[in-house]
């Protein structure tokens, strides 16, 4: 970006000014001062040469206005675009609404509160609200046409500024204290700003402007920082919104005035001044900034004061008040833009999108082709092409440098982990620079292929090379360089700060001002060359031997590379500095093919220098072109003309030359004379014209050689005419085929009929639809590949416009197994469709393929459907590397439910008790380490239903039921010899449900039911720890007053391995205290005790009660296959232990 002062427009009566605002809409420039001075001025925007537009448009007043009205200092302006209006206030508190009325400006409304000064007025982004600051903290909002919407005093603070959000539901308040508070659009107090900037900074500070964009214009990428606030001692800080607790920090290290953003929130202006050790007073100084805290220069201005800043609306302008002067300063944007191929590729934002638009402007046949572009850093040509450099993502740190061809058709590109903010390109290489690194590229492209083609190259030709070099290196050339991204990481203390190449050479300049020439294409380090001055761009000419550097200041300077000098020590050294030096040049460019030949941009006008020798700057025409004829031609023309072809024959026989023989031929043939014709090509050697002559006189009509002639002159549409006329259609057909004039083709087929017809009508079709692929036109290409039936580039163009409908009636319409079908699937499986993609890959028998895609999108489901229907053996292996997967990431129940869908119920409950298991050692609570392993249970029953299914299916015959599911259960045993849980897969369950059921019983006071389910934890060691099954037998042994069952718990306390000493020591002493009390013998013997010492077998346990089960009738649950006593199943709706339905 380039910056300088353009203009200064002096105040009379060296009334100093105050304020300056500037009309974004209209271009009217409001400026206030003391006295009351109130002006409005408007700088000329057109002239009568329509050569000079933009910046060099000679900048005189059209409009020079004195408002009166105001007696007091004036302090704030502000306009109201949308309305036209202009408010302005004064030091007496009182404001005035100025409108326009036939070309000058009047007083429309007057308010004086008389009680203070108003510090600051906002209008809203829509210009319908307008709130107005006092100091004594009054606040005013009110509407357009004057009436007061609502008012508010603020106590016990000092306002000085104010400022709306984009859409007019907050309000900021800044305090001369330097605090900003946040209000909503009513008035109510939200919250106080938190000042990043501030931190560590002492004594009294104010706020020097507050401005936040509205993005009416668009914003520089999604999400950009948008509010901007600055204080007097120069810290900044802008956010993205009011509450952003990460702002963008900035200190200028100056005394602030005054801020403003330009019309695209691009760039912040911070007006001020700055102390300077060589100078005395401190100088006026504009810094400039992106929204992200990068800095884009500096401008110096004249003066003592300055006071107030103010951007013109298309940000090519800035007027600044400095004392009793306006200065303007013409701005210089980086435009993102080059050329390529005749045509113009240039970006810009839109407010309706996010993204950049990208115009690809052929300037050759005036047509344009619109690509959307997200996080564009820059734009780079050369030749043919261009590279376009993006962020990859907003969260990933990675760029892509994208390859098109000049109607911006993507053709590689290529992911690179470094910045890319330096960019350059030759006929081979592309070189991307950070501060710290480059990346070479040794870019390779396919010639002569339209844009479909392109785009159906397949990814396995030769990639180009790829290399990366830290600028602290010195590179030999001789080793091939490796892309090891780690060397961009390591930090440089002179970080690269321009770069250039040419096909042989590449320049790297950094900050210190030290010039690092390269080689190329092997990049080796030949020569350092140090300058006096920091590049901001470096260019070399066509021969590479001279180097043009503008710096940062705007100072053109050159450099011979190759040129050797002696320095002021006698030594000899290569490189040296020109004694051209310009100042103000803000780009310039060598010609292609002179190595002496550039031209620069100096402010507004352009030079054209010669070796170094300034040319007069000329506008070439059309009309300094003469064609100019020798008088023989003339003498020619002349006979051929008035005499005839036999006279004029004689004297081009007499004068010979190839070109009056031309001249001759034509004139014969103009009036078929074959003969003489054929003569005069023979004499100028044209053997396509004797070989036309030839075929002229094989045809037998007048006419017809009368049409020849006429489209051998290029006299195409009376050729056609003639044709048309002899009612011969098919030449005229045939004469627009030649020509490759399609549409005229179609026109001309649409006129008749014929059974030939038909198939030139689809090759018509097929070519208009190409021209308009090759344009980047789908929609259009569409209605004729259709009417061409051209199915592979009808599919082509579905899917550049995204019409996946379109795209999938195409595939059902197709036969099976036809060649486009799986090019089509992976059309679907590129955007994530994969029903359609598994669809149309079955439609061409390749269910490998649709299994891939289901696995590549992660539809399990459908992959393993798909592999039990076509009976494939690597769905396993599948389902086990997307487990695995899902399981180093610690996604255990993923993979549990994706075995569970995929019917591999035994590897799904092997996780499930796995976790049951951690959950278990975890002591979490005992209900949901039970539902964990009711789960788990439920899965082995699955797996056995499973097996046993399995095995009906396989045994045939008239074989019993009976005998298939004993072949079942052996396969299963076969299969599980290894596993602890699939043979008794409730004991997990059961453990924790009857440790609940014994706690739950004990609480609601049925101690010896409690004590019953408590003596089957014995059982369960194994399961739960050992301390917990004894510490819950004792306490429930000891409250039915069984004590001798309790001393037996103790007993095994105290003998735990598990326990320290301390405490079996604490046990012990609890057993002593109960047992000197009681004996420790049962009271009643144990129901449970003798059924369990009695008997020959073990008895079924109730699950809902605990208690043996000792009548013949009883209810057993279908799933978990567990018992409950008969006349307690009336009392539950669902299995006490699997919670399956009572049905």
């Given at each position: ?6 203009k200064?427009v002096?105040i ?65 302006v ?31 409304m ?8 108003v510090?600051s ?11 107005i600051?006092?100091e ?5 909002v009110g ?13 016990g ?10 859409d ?13 508070h ?13 000042l ?17 964009y ?37 200190d ?11 019309h ?33 220069g ?21 007027a600044l008040?400095?004392?009793s ?14 050329y390529?191929?005749n ?26 082709y ?6 564009l ?16 993502d907003?969260n ?21 982990d ?9 006929k081979?290489?592309?070189i ?21 083609e392109i ?36 930090g ?20 210190s ?11 080796g ?25 503008i ?19 006698g ?10 030096e ?9 010609a ?51 005499v ?7 004297f ?11 001249l ?43 049409a ?15 044709y048309?006329?002899?009612?011969r259609?098919?030449?005229a ?29 689809e ?8 021209y ?14 259709v009417q ?16 996946y409908?379109g ?9 099976e ?42 539809q399990?489901?459908?992959?393993v459907?798909?592999a ?28 549990i ?19 049951a ?49 004993l ?5 299963e ?15 997990g369950?059961?453990a ?21 389910t ?14 917990e ?11 039915g ?11 095994k ?13 604490q046990?012990?002493?609890l ?6 009390k ?31 089960i ?5 209810w ?19 299995c ?8």
């Open positions: 970006m380039f910056f300088y002062l353009s200064k002096a009379p009566d060296n009334v100093k000014l105050k304020c300056v605002s500037w009309n974004k809409d209209q271009g009217f420039i409001a400026c206030g001062g003391e006295d009351g001075l109130l002006k409005v001025l408007k700088l000329e925007t057109q002239t009568d040469d329509a050569k000079l537009r933009g910046l060099a448009v000679p900048s005189n007043l059209s409009m020079n206005q004195n408002l009166e009205g105001h007696s007091g200092s004036v302090q704030v502000t306009w109201n675009e949308q309305y036209q209006k202009l408010t302005t206030s004064d030091q007496n508190g009182l404001i005035i609404v100025w409108m326009l009325y036939k070309g000058s400006w009047y007083e429309e007057i308010n004086n509160r008389n009680k203070s000064v510090r007025m906002s209008w809203n982004a829509d210009g319908q609200k307008i709130c600051v006092y004594d903290g009054a606040v005013i509407s357009v046409d004057g009436n007061r919407i609502w008012g508010k005093d603020l106590k603070v000092q306002l000085c500024h104010v400022a709306w959000s984009a007019s539901k907050i309000l900021l308040f800044g305090m001369t204290s330097g605090e900003i946040i209000y909503d659009n009513q008035g109510n107090f939200i919250m106080k700003m938190k990043n900037c501030l931190v560590n900074v002492t004594g009294a500070i104010s706020i020097a402007g507050i401005h936040w509205h993005g009416q214009e668009g914003y520089v990428e999604p999400d950009c920082p948008c509010l901007a606030i600055c204080f007097d001692n120069g810290r900044c800080q802008i956010m993205r919104h009011e509450n952003d607790q990460n702002p963008v920090l900035i200028t290290g100056m005394f602030v005035v005054s801020i403003q953003w330009n695209t929130g691009s760039v912040l202006a911070v007006a001020g001044s700055q102390k300077v050790v060589t100078q005395d007073k401190d100088v006026n100084t504009v810094q400039f900034y992106t929204p992200f805290g990068e800095h884009l500096t401008l110096k201005v004249p003066g003592k004061q300055m006071s107030a800043l103010s951007w013109e609306g298309g940000g090519l302008k800035i008040a400095v004392d002067f306006i200065y303007f300063a013409n701005i210089r944007p980086d435009y993102k833009w080059g390529c191929s045509t113009v590729v240039y970006a810009y934002t839109r407010p309706d999108r996010p993204e950049y638009c990208v115009i690809f402007w052929d300037t050759k046949n005036n047509e344009k619109v690509k959307y572009v997200k996080s850093i820059s734009i780079t040509t050369c030749g043919d092409f261009c590279i376009l450099a993006t962020k990859a907003e990933h740190p990675q760029f892509v440098l994208v390859l098109c061809n000049s109607i911006g058709t993507p053709l590689d590109p290529k992911y690179i470094i910045v890319p903010l330096f960019v350059a390109m030759t081979t290489h592309v991307a620079a950070s501060k710290e690194a480059f990346y070479t590229w040794q870019y390779r492209v396919a010639k002569k292929l339209t844009a479909l785009n159906q190259i397949t990814r396995s030709r030769k990639e180009g090379r790829e290399r990366i070099y830290h600028v602290d290196d010195t590179p030999s050339g001789s080793v091939d360089g490796v892309l090891d991204y780690s060397k961009a990481i390591q440089t203390r002179d970080p690269i700060c321009a770069i250039t190449a040419s096909d042989k050479t590449l320049i790297v300049g950094r900050e001002g030290t010039i690092q020439r390269y080689s190329l294409p092997n990049v380090l030949i020569q350092k060359y140090s300058l006096n001055c920091r590049a901001y761009q470096l260019s070399l000419n066509c021969n590479s031997s001279r180097l043009a550097i710096d940062i200041s705007g100072v053109l300077t050159f450099f011979d590379l190759d040129a050797r000098v002696t320095d002021s020590t030594q000899q050294v290569i490189g040296e500095l020109l004694k051209l310009r100042k103000d040049v803000w780009d310039m460019k060598w292609k093919d002179n190595p002496d030949l550039f031209a620069m941009m100096e402010k507004t006008r352009m030079y054209v220098f010669r070796n170094l020798d300034p040319e007069n700057p000329e506008h070439p025409n059309k009309d300094y072109i003469i064609n100019f004829e020798i008088r023989s031609l003339r003498d020619s023309r002349a006979l051929i003309e008035k005839g072809i036999e006279d004029a024959s004689q081009i026989e007499d004068n010979p030359h190839p070109r009056l023989w031309r001759l031929a034509e004139a014969a043939l103009q009036k078929l004379d074959l003969q003489t014709a054929e003569q005069a090509f023979v004499r100028c050697k044209d053997y396509q014209g004797i070989k036309f002559v030839k075929r002229l006189g094989n045809l037998q009509s007048e006419s017809m050689k009368q020849e002639v006429a489209a051998y002159f290029g006299r195409f549409e009376e050729a056609e005419r003639m048309l006329d002899m009612d259609r098919d030449l057909i045939g004469l627009r085929l030649k020509l490759g004039d399609w549409f005229r083709v179609l026109q001309l087929l649409k006129t008749g009929s014929g059974d030939a017809d038909d198939s030139l009508l090759q018509a079709h097929n070519a208009i639809g190409d308009f692929a090759d344009r980047q036109k789908w929609l259009n290409a569409v209605q004729y590949y061409g039936r051209n199915q592979e580039r009808l599919a082509e163009c579905y899917y550049m416009l995204e019409d409908e795209l999938e009636n195409l595939a059902s319409s197709l036969p197994n036809h060649k486009l079908l799986p090019e089509i699937a992976q059309m679907f499986v590129r955007v994530g469709m994969c029903e359609q993609a598994v669809t149309a890959f079955l439609k061409c028998n390749q269910p490998k393929a649709a299994v891939d895609t289901c696995v590549h999108l992660n399990w489901n459908k992959a459907e798909l039990k229907n076509h009976s494939m053996k690597e769905i396993g292996s599948l389902l086990a590397r997307y487990a695995s997967h899902l399981l180093e990431k610690n996604k255990t129940l993923d993979a439910e994706l075995y569970r869908k995929a019917n591999y119920f035994y590897d799904a409950a092997k996780l499930m008790f796995k976790i298991d951690e959950e278990a050692k975890k002591r979490t609570k005992p209900l949901r380490v039970k539902k964990l392993y009711v789960l788990s249970a439920l899965l082995i029953e699955q797996y056995h239903e499973q097996v046993r299914n399995a095995q009906r299916g396989k045994v045939k015959g008239k074989s019993s039921e009976a005998t298939s599911a072949a079942g259960l052996l396969e045993e076969v299969l599980s010899t290894t596993s602890r849980f699939t043979d008794n897969a409730w004991r369950a059961e924790y449900h009857f440790f609940t059921l014994a706690q739950r019983q004990l609480y609601e006071g049925y101690v010896d039911t409690a004590l019953k408590a003596l089957h934890l014995r059982d369960y060691e194994d399961i739960i720890p050992a301390v099954i004894y510490s819950l037998l004792a306490l429930c042994a000891c409250a007053r069984a004590f001798g069952t309790c001393s037996k718990a103790f007993i306390l105290e003998s735990l391995e598990t326990l320290s000493s301390e405490q079996k020591q046990y012990e002493d057993a002593l205290e109960i047992f000197t009681h004996t420790p013998k049962d009271n009643r013997k144990s129901e449970l005790d003798s059924l369990l010492e009695g008997g020959e077998g073990k008895l079924p346990t109730c699950v809902a009660t605990g208690s043996p000792t009548e013949y009738q009883f057993v649950c279908n799933v978990c296959k567990h018992c409950v006593l008969a006349q307690e199943i009336s009392n539950y709706n669902f006490p232990l699997c919670h399956s339905s009572v049905g």
